[in-house]
């Protein structure tokens, strides 16, 4: 190797050497800093101590109701639509032409697995009339391709009400959103 | 829940210090720190439950206290936004003070001056001693962006007071 080779090593090898002290020396500086902090003492600790366990005490015991609620209450909410929603839709739906129950189920369980049973969805469901919700139920069962490829072909958006036009963009907005 | 209460408080009295101090260091005023200090183990009460164990309980505890100096930042600097019109000479009063001023102002005010990522991973770094993996967990971020900040930060405040 020639000589300026390794002069230049030396050289790159000192600024490293410099910058390392500088940074170091900057890192202490910083620390140095804090020590203008002033420590406000054990008392001012003890009443702050004081005042937590205070306002712990006095926290309502529905921290640990309204944790327990939460748990519960969203499934227990999203089962009790669905009975509803069957409930409702159970006796004519069968029976209408293009509809059938494996449908009926699917078009359940994507309502489930999308979300449209929670609360803050936008569309809400349970505001519906009977009609609007089996109509709805309907439309969804016989246009949906739950096998994949998210829609029918065939599905003729014009034909669909504001309500269902919602609902079916809101479906595809979650197919995309969950990479499907 | 007595013995929830009971169980909690040594928690408190071993961390209460280290929140206070984090706290003080973001927000500079005693009494807010104070105040950040009690709703952040206020907090980390109500949502114990919730506690995961993928942190540590002090980097979870540093967490909460740090999004809450952060809110109570972010209310500030909306407070503060003041017409430049109607500035009182406190703008030329800090100007002459950063030319006089020593080397350990010009840090403190260097300090001050860095975009608040950049200033808080300085401080979580440097003041609390954390692992960049840990203030990665504090400030959600990752680890290679917190040393990326912390990186920048160390170049800036160099460059600021040379």
């Not at chain 1, 003890?46 to 937590?52: P, S, T, V």
Request: glycine share 4%; net charge negative.
């Amino acid at each position: 190797m020639k000589p300026e080779f390794w002069n230049q090593q030396k050289q790159q090898i000192m600024e490293s050497i410099r910058d390392l002290n500088e940074y170091g020396a900057l890192i202490e500086e910083l620390k140095a800093l804090d020590s203008g902090l002033q420590d406000p003492g054990e008392l001012f600790f003890a009443r702050e101590r004081r005042a937590i366990m205070k306002q712990i005490a006095e926290e309502p015991q529905t921290t640990k109701i309204t944790r327990s609620w939460q748990y519960f209450a969203k499934p227990l909410l999203a089962m009790a639509a669905v009975l509803i929603l069957a409930l409702t839709l159970q006796f004519d739906f069968f029976n209408r032409p293009g509809g059938n129950q494996r449908e009926w189920l699917a078009t359940l369980q994507t309502l489930q697995e999308t979300g449209w049973f929670e609360e803050d969805r936008d569309l809400p469901l349970e505001e519906l009339s009977d009609q609007e919700l089996d109509k709805l139920a309907y439309n969804l069962a016989g246009k949906i391709d739950f096998s994949g490829s998210t829609v029918d072909e065939d599905l003729d958006l014009p034909d669909l009400q504001d309500d269902e036009l919602d609902v079916y963009i809101k479906f595809l907005e979650t197919k995309v959103g969950r990479g499907t | 829940m007595a013995g929830r209460q009971a169980a909690f408080e040594p928690l408190v009295e071993k961390y209460q210090r280290s929140v206070f101090f984090t706290a003080l260091r973001f927000l500079k005023n005693q009494e807010e720190a104070d105040d950040i200090t009690q709703k952040a183990f206020l907090r980390a009460y109500q949502a114990l439950g919730s506690f995961r164990f993928e942190s540590s309980f002090k980097t979870w505890l540093t967490t909460i206290a740090v999004n809450l100096c952060k809110n109570v930042v972010r209310g500030q600097r909306i407070m503060v936004e003041v017409p430049e019109t109607l500035s009182d000479g406190s703008v030329e009063r800090r100007k002459e003070e950063e030319e006089t001023g020593d080397r350990k102002s010009q840090l403190k005010k260097a300090l001050e001056n860095l975009p608040e990522r950049q200033k808080e991973v300085v401080m979580l770094r440097i003041y609390e001693e954390m692992p960049f993996k840990k203030i990665a967990e504090v400030l959600e971020s990752t680890e290679t962006a917190v040393k990326v900040n912390f990186h920048h930060a160390m170049k800036s405040l160099k460059e600021w007071i040379q």
